[in-house]
């Protein structure tokens, strides 16, 4: 194997978290998953898909939806993402044109918001370019960032999200040891964060950006809005983006009809800053000339029926209420033990569950195997946490990541009881 002539990339890209997950999930499979990030099998839309298949197949020229698309994405989906991002921005599509210059040529169309964040990496990260994220943050994305030789480094974050002092310190840091030049990118999930589920609050949005117009008004820092989970608000409220507030053209914005919808489309977006978009448009034709045309086209019909907002409606409030059930049976199995406590989420689809400091979650600690003996499993948190922080503070293990995405209410339970059993075992 040693003598592969692999390229750095490769190696820069090696990263197990998935495939031991994975793997465990295999090898047990009798194991109850409140790992997996995945979406509720009972809510994907099969009718809604095979309606708006017979539909759009009964077009004229559909057999030119089997054909190539273009890098970008079909104009009938990019206009529909239009309309339903300014409806999430409560703003007209005509306003949104005239204040902030947003046309459907900004939308850019991906294979899932997955390669959006991927291709935003490669057009903007050098290898020893600096990102900086939350603690704990999405951690495909660490290895996304990983990938391109960059370097995530934590900022201090707590239940309201990244803490913009903690971010000001930190460009003070690089600033001192001359590496400023070297922070590129502030990555944020705002909304019900994968992991934790913390809603990054509007009074430090707007600070973050404030601070960051401050300390760099050439707007040479973007902020990535990763909107994975925006929809998913179990009020059904979709809270002010980051977005809206940036008075240039800094913030640039991940979109995803993938947790709201059905994420094996693959069907993910990006808003992107003018000068953006042809370095990204460029970069999707090297990968893949552009995304599946076909689903393309399905998802703009099942937009164009109007039957997109009342399926998501239903998903929201399939989520809440499992989210109910999952933490009412924490409180039974859990609850009360010294040192161990959890998050209520607003929405999304993650609970942040946090043990006392001395008791590892990690792969490979007493608990993970106690965990896989009763045949349950969680996303140990250490992963969440990008390794490198901005003030030296050590990178966490004693969370976990659980998700109430997959399992039924009778799933969340047993699960939640397995779980408590091998809490117990290890304290
Ligand atoms: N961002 C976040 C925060 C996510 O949790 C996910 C999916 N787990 C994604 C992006 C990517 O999802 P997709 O590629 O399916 O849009």
């Known amino acids: ?71 970008a994405g079909a104009g009938r989906l990019r206009i529909e993402v239009l309309e339903r991002f300014a409806t999430l921005e409560g703003v007209p599509t005509e306003e949104l044109a005239a204040t902030k210059g947003l046309t459907a040529g900004r939308v850019l169309l991906t294979n899932g918001s997955q390669q959006f964040l991927s291709l935003i990496a490669q057009v903007l990260l050098n290898p020893g370019d600096i990102c900086l994220v939350a603690g704990p943050t999405y951690f495909v994305m660490l290895g996304t960032l990983a990938g391109v030789g960059a370097r995530a480094v934590r900022v201090e974050t707590d239940g309201d999200g990244m803490v913009p002092a903690g971010l000001e310190r930190a460009l003070d840091r690089f600033e001192q040891a001359g590496e400023l030049a070297r922070v590129k990118l502030v990555y944020l999930v705002p909304d019900f964060e994968n992991p ?69 489309l693959r069907i993910g977006y990006g808003i992107a800053p003018r000068a953006l978009v042809q370095p990204l ?15 393309q086209h ?16 239903e998903v929201r409030d399939g989520y809440r209420r499992k989210c109910d059930v999952l933490l009412a049976a924490l409180d039974e199995h859990l609850g009360g033990l010294p040192g ?30 106690a965990a896989q003996h009763e045949g349950v499993m969680y996303v140990p948190g250490e992963l969440c946490f990008a390794p490198e922080s901005a003030d030296g503070s050590p990178r966490p293990a004693h969370d976990m990541r659980l998700s109430f995405g997959v399992l039924d209410a009778a799933g969340l339970r047993e699960a939640a009881a397995r779980l408590g059993r091998a809490v117990r075992s290890v304290l």
């Open 281 to 295: 448009i460029d970069r999707k034709g090297n990968e893949d000339f552009g995304s599946a045309h076909f689903n």
């Open 1 to 71: 194997m040693s003598d592969l002539p692999l390229s750095d990339r490769a190696g820069w890209a090696a990263d197990g978290a998935i495939s031991t997950l994975m793997a465990q999930a295999i090898e047990n499979p009798d194991c109850l998953s409140l790992a997996a990030g995945f979406v509720d099998p009972a809510t994907l839309p099969v009718e809604l898909v095979r309606a708006a298949a017979a539909d759009v197949l009964a077009e004229p020229r559909a057999n030119l939806l089997l054909q190539y698309g273009t890098p």
């Open 340 to 369: 161990v406590s959890w998050r209520t989420p607003a929405g999304g689809l993650y609970v942040w569950a946090t043990l006392p400091e001395g008791v590892s979650t990690s792969f490979g600690s007493p608990l993970a195997e």
């Open 196 to 264: 934790s589920g913390v809603v990054l609050s509007q009074e430090r949005r707007t600070a973050i950006l404030e601070l960051l117009e401050r300390r760099d008004p050439g707007g040479r820092i973007h902020v990535l809005e990763d909107a994975a989970y925006r929809e998913l608000s179990f009020d059904g409220a979709p809270s002010a983006s980051l977005w809206g507030r940036d008075p240039g053209d800094r913030v640039i914005y991940a979109g995803t009809f993938s947790k709201s919808f059905a994420p094996g």
């Open 298 to 313: 399905l998802l703009a019909k099942v937009l164009e029926s109007g039957k997109y907002d009342a399926h998501v409606e």
